[in-house]
């Protein structure tokens, strides 16, 4: 999340294959050179991926078999290998000069082991996919649920919230396109059936609430655009989609906070947590137990069957997906997980805005140059975006109509330029009429802040 952004997972594999080949090879000649201490390093690594796997939040027995089959097979192969290796070319210690003789039968030995190997990889590949088919089971689930129809439909879209302007981002982000920021190195498989979600804590009543009788209350559907805290000024970590799903106040009504309770945490399947404040979920502003995201069932990777969307909270804050408990406590007495990791336990999301068009760095036409982009300020909504050109006066936009406060807004004008180069800026204004700051800060602990700022050639 801090360091690779939307690249960590595959960062995180692609070292895990380096440092896998790494210790296989010394482990390969550790054995050659003793036999022994390279299947004492094969059981050291199983029992380091062992420990990794069971102090894990969703840690089940198929997960903890995983790297006990991999350490025997391991040791099992390379026993088995270093000894063809052995009887094919003897080693040091144990070198006959007279042995040449036995070399080729001794090489295909080796060479069936080989491909024997391979398919034992074949072989474990497959039950690996057996015992994963659990992604599978949720994915025929989606494909097969029919979400209700909302008791609440979403506001109109007005003709002029989106603008002709190419190359501007689109005013609702299709789900393909939708930016996924996670911790899970898998994507949680959940089959909605066995789905449950618990009220925990300082309430009046515990409940518990299963997937059918989600979808049996009455559903409201909302545009809402969804920020992450990591997106850097003129970053693309936020995304505006229209969710289907109940409003947490009404669960929260039913289960009766307790005076004094400040905080709900809420849980994913996988064990991560986000603290957000109890108002932001009772007050009227639409915080959803979401099951649909653009007509559709939530794809797996943007937490089916259910996760949480808050209007104007970034989503480490709030945005919990694969749902499984909702406990209501005090910002004094739980800590979400990102808070001890150097991140603010409270996130609002900041006023900003960015230039879609023309990209940063490209060469544009003499004459009326055309810019474009979105500002957003969710909750409290955009009263106006400006532009200026290097560091001339601010001119103002054309701000196109909104969905609601609670969604981005397009912005679009035409700037006369003669040949040169430029650099733009842009700054967007709250309906409060809080310009936002050119204060440059970082993404921690609670938000990036500063002026996007374009360079242009005009030539
Ligand atoms: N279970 C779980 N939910 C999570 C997270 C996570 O790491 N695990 N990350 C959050 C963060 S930081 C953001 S910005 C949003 C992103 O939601 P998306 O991936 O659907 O865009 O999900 C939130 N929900
Ligand atoms: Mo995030």
Not at 113 to 141: H, P, Q
Not at 148 to 156: G, V
Not at 234 to 255: C, F, Q, S, T
Request: hydrophobic share 45%; proline share 7%.
């Amino acid at each position: 999340m801090q360091l690779f952004g939307t690249a960590d997972k595959v960062v995180l594999v692609a070292s895990i294959v380096v440092v896998a080949g790494f210790l296989a090879a010394l482990a390969g000649i550790l054995e050659r050179r003793r036999h022994g201490l390279g299947l004492a390093l094969a059981g050291l690594a199983g029992a380091a991926g062992l420990t990794a796997v069971v102090t894990r939040a969703q840690a089940s027995p198929q997960a903890a078999l995983a790297p006990i089959v991999a350490a025997v097979v391991t040791m099992l192969l390379l026993r088995m290998l270093i000894r063809r290796l052995d009887t094919w070319v003897p080693r040091a210690s144990t070198v006959d000069e007279h042995s040449g003789e036995q070399a080729p039968l001794a090489r295909r030995s080796f060479l069936n082991a080989i491909s024997g190997t391979a398919l034992a990889a074949v072989v474990g590949g497959t039950v690996t996919a057996i015992l994963t088919r659990a992604t599978a089971v949720a994915a025929g689930f989606r494909s097969s649920l029919a979400l209700p129809a909302p008791a609440t439909p979403p506001q109109t879209v007005p003709a002029g919230a989106s603008l002709p302007v190419p190359g501007i981002s689109p005013l609702v982000t299709p789900n393909t396109d939708f930016y996924r920021i996670d911790t899970a190195l898998t994507v949680p498989a959940i089959d909605p059936p066995s789905w449950k979600l618990k009220v925990t804590g300082m309430v009046e009543r515990e409940m518990e609430l299963d997937f059918a009788e989600l979808l049996a209350k009455p559903m409201t559907e909302r545009h809402i655009t969804i920020a992450c805290v990591s997106n850097n000024v003129g970053g693309d970590l936020i995304g505006n989609a229209l969710w289907l799903g109940w409003p947490v106040r009404e669960l929260l009504a039913m289960a009766g906070p307790k005076a004094g309770a400040d905080m709900v945490l809420s849980t994913s399947n996988d064990g991560w947590t986000a603290s957000t404040p109890l108002e932001a979920l009772t007050d009227d502003r639409d915080a959803l137990l979401a099951v649909g995201m653009n007509g559709e069932p939530l794809p797996l990777e943007h937490g089916f069957p259910v996760r949480m969307i808050v209007p104007g909270l970034y989503g480490f804050v709030s945005a919990t997906k694969w749902l499984t408990e909702l406990k209501v406590t005090r910002f004094a007495d739980d800590t979400a997980y990102w808070t001890p990791r150097g991140w603010s336990d409270h996130g609002p999301i900041k006023t900003q805005s960015r230039i879609d068009v023309p990209r940063s760095g490209r060469t544009v036409q003499p004459g009326k140059v055309q810019f474009g982009g979105v500002a957003w300020a969710q909750h409290r909504g955009i009263e106006r975006v400006e532009l200026r050109v290097n560091r001339g006066a601010w001119q103002s936009a054309q701000l196109a109509s909104a969905i609601s406060t609670d969604t981005w807004y397009q912005w679009q004008i035409g700037i006369d330029l003669q040949p040169g180069d430029y650099e733009i800026q842009v700054r967007a204004t709250d309906a409060s009429g809080q310009p936002q700051t050119e204060d440059k800060a970082p993404v921690a602990p609670d938000g990036a802040t500063g002026y996007h700022t374009i360079n242009v050639k005009v030539a």
